[in-house]
């Protein structure tokens, strides 16, 4: 009668219903993480989001003033680097027609 109840507990009949179960549950494990990510696309998206508005609201836009002192520099250092280049260029233009020529 044991060895009945022995070969009853480990028939292939359970084994296939326990591989199936586990099967099953690790389905439902990987659907929930699959959720889950989604979820948390979601939530970072919107925390991104949520954070980036925080930070325009803590930058600091220059006034009129500013902005047009700026771009008086701005200006002033590009016709300043255009003048130097020009100069070299004119240099080597220069030793080029006398070496060369």
Do not use: Y
């Not at 836009?61 to 902005?67: A, D, R």
């Not at 002033?76 to 020009?86: E, P, R, T």
């Amino acid at each position: 009668m044991a060895e009945d109840l022995e070969l009853d507990k480990n028939s292939p009949e359970d084994e296939v219903e326990e591989k199936i179960e586990k099967k099953a549950k690790s389905d439902d494990k990987k659907n929930s993480k699959k959720a889950d990510k989604k979820k948390k696309n979601k939530k970072g998206i919107v925390k991104f989001f949520k954070d980036a508005k925080a930070e325009f609201k803590k930058v600091v836009w220059p006034g009129p003033k500013e902005t047009t002192r700026n771009t008086i520099v701005v200006v002033v250092v590009c016709l300043l680097a255009g003048a130097v280049v020009f100069g070299v260029d004119s240099l080597f233009g220069l030793l080029n027609n006398l070496l060369f020529r």
